[in-house]
Each structure stands twice: as C-alpha cells, then as structure tokens.
C-alpha cells in the first residue's frame, strides 16, 4: 500500500533558525495537504498543493509540491516558539481521493 | 459553530470490553474518518465513509467496526478491547474526499488495561 514518509522525525532549533521537513511518498500523489498538530491538540489544515511543481507561501512557511508528485517540503524561516509542534503531510493515492494516508510527521522543537 | 465532536475525550477500558467512540459533526460534510495515532507512526486511517450507508476500511481496520446511518454521525466500535488499541483516536470530517482539507475533532484518549 502506499507510505508516506517524512524526515527527519525530530528537529531542534534555536529561536530564528530555519527549519525544514521532507516528505516522499511511495506513489503518485494527486494532491498534498499539510497539517500542524500543537502538543496535545489535534492536527490543523494548512494548505494544499495540487499542481506539479507549486510553491506556495503564508507568511514565513514555504511549502512545495515535487515536479513528479511524489514529494514535498515545508520551510519555516526564522522560526518562533509559536511554530512548535507536529508536521503532518497527506495526500490520497493519484487516481482516486478516497484514501488519504498522512505522512509519519515531523516535531519540531524550537529553544527561544 | 461546533465542527467535529468527539465523546468521550478520555477512556480506560479493561482488556475484552467494549465500547462506541462517538463521532458528530455539524459542516454538512460527506466524507468523514477514523485514525488512530501513535508515537512515531502518523495519523492511520481505520475506516472511512463517502456518505450515509457507505463504509469502507482503511490502513488498519482489525478489531473495530463502523457505521454511517446519518450523513453527522459516524460511530467506532472496538469489538473487544486489547492492549494493542491504546491510542489517541480521532475522528475527521471533510466537504468532499480526499482533496479536500480535513476538519478534525479534539480526539479521545483511550487505554486499554
């Protein structure tokens, strides 16, 4: 069945470092959504890629969509305690949106 | 504007019992699911539902059970609890399938003894 994997697991950082997190599926993707999950809390939409190749940007995150389908990253610039927690990426299996798989996620830690 | 609600929000369970995990929501979505999450492994999908009457499994659906009667309601059932079920349980919903964002519930914490 498809994986989605994201690496690394855990990230430390300093305060204003940046941070970035890599997720590979194993299939083609038809779309892929990021999510945040606050230590206790449950996971938050943040986005969504559809198109090969996009960029899109809120504020200081990047997020990308791999020319192939299969890959993303978010990049956090210059990060601030408030962006601590969990990094989820998911998508469903290119060619039908029923299944959505989410990636093993990154934690992000930031040191002020 | 409740969104996803989730009962009950912390359980503990002998081993063999049984019991409903209790999903609603009020956004009119039709499709909705069930993940489980443990550490190090991501959010797994257990069932899923495109809508009322329509059911389906997912990564990991041994040992629970579900059902949609109602386009608001979407129940899981553990059959018979084992230790390996422990987790933290949530439900999410979503205006259409899997390309649409997912809106999810604040979870249930459940430990089975």
């Known amino acids: 069945g498809q994986q989605v994997m994201q690496i690394p697991q855990y990230q430390h950082v300093q305060e204003g470092e940046d941070f970035t997190t890599y997720c590979n599926s194993s299939?083609?993707?038809?779309?892929i959504q990021w999510y945040k999950q606050r230590p206790g809390g449950h996971p938050v939409f943040l986005i969504q890629?559809?198109?090969?190749?996009e960029v899109k940007k809120q504020k200081r995150l990047t997020f990308q969509f791999g020319e192939a389908k299969k890959n993303s990253s978010l990049h956090i610039t210059a990060t601030q305690t408030t962006d601590v927690g969990t990094y989820f990426c998911a998508g469903p299996q290119s060619g039908g949106y029923q299944k959505v798989t989410f990636g093993t996620g990154t934690k992000l830690q930031v040191i002020p | 504007n409740a969104g996803v609600t989730q009962t009950p929000k912390f359980q503990v369970l002998k081993t063999g019992q049984s019991m409903t995990l209790q999903c609603a929501q009020d956004m009119n979505h039709e499709y909705m699911s069930w993940y489980r999450q443990d550490p190090g492994m991501g959010l797994r999908l257990i069932h899923y539902?495109?809508?009322?009457?329509?059911?389906d499994q997912g990564e990991v659906p041994n040992g629970y059970n579900v059902s949609r009667s109602t386009t608001e309601d979407f129940p899981l059932r553990l059959l018979s609890a084992a230790p390996s079920q422990t987790s933290v349980y949530f439900c999410a919903s979503s205006l259409g399938q899997g390309h649409q964002p997912q809106h999810f519930g604040d979870g249930t914490r459940l430990s089975i003894l």
């Open positions: 539902s495109v809508g009322a009457g329509i059911t």
């Open positions: 299939t083609t993707l038809s779309n």
């Open positions: 890629l559809v198109k090969s190749g």
